[in-house]
């Protein structure tokens, strides 16, 4: 009997501390999620490619053998200037975001993110090749973009 008081108490203990809870897990996952794309935007709206390179998930760099360290004059961030943004969906590892300009009009852009090593990195859609010869390959850092939404 005393068995059985000890186990209900830990489990009545893990319960109330939310151990293994998973809406708990979902909403630092989403806060991860988010915390990663504002720091990218907000490096967007700095103009600075520097820290928006930093915010690339290493394991796709890798994955695509780029390294941004050597290779950084062969591969540019893409990217806009907007003069602000807001964070207008979380789901799944999916966070999308409207950004805004100063001449006005708004883009919808959705990201991908991945955890690694606890943080969260952007995951590109995809690499261009430069327009012109001797150009940069561009890495785009969204999944999709919708253009003048408004």
């Known amino acids: 009997m005393r068995y059985g008081q000890v186990a209900f108490a830990a489990v009545l203990v893990a319960a109330l501390l939310g151990a293994g809870c998973p809406a708990r897990y979902a909403v630092k996952k989403s806060q991860l999620e988010v915390a990663a794309v ?6 967007m709206v700095a103009d600075d490619e520097v820290a928006q390179a930093t ?14 360290d050597d290779d950084y004059e062969e591969y540019m961030i893409n990217g806009y200037t907007p003069s602000g943004y807001r964070i207008i969906g979380v789901k799944d590892g999916i966070v999308t975001a409207e950004i805004e300009f100063e001449r006005g009009g ?11 090593k606890g943080r969260g990195y952007i995951v590109s859609g995809s690499v261009e090749d430069g327009y012109d010869f ?5 890495i785009n850092p969204w999944q999709e973009v919708e253009s003048n939404i408004r």
């Open 134 to 138: 001797g150009e940069p390959t561009w």
């Open 106 to 116: 708004a883009h919808r852009i959705t990201f991908l993110v991945r955890e690694e």
């Open 38 to 43: 504002e720091a990218f935007l907000d490096a």
């Open 55 to 68: 915010l690339i998930s290493p394991a796709w760099l890798a994955d695509e053998g780029i390294d941004l």
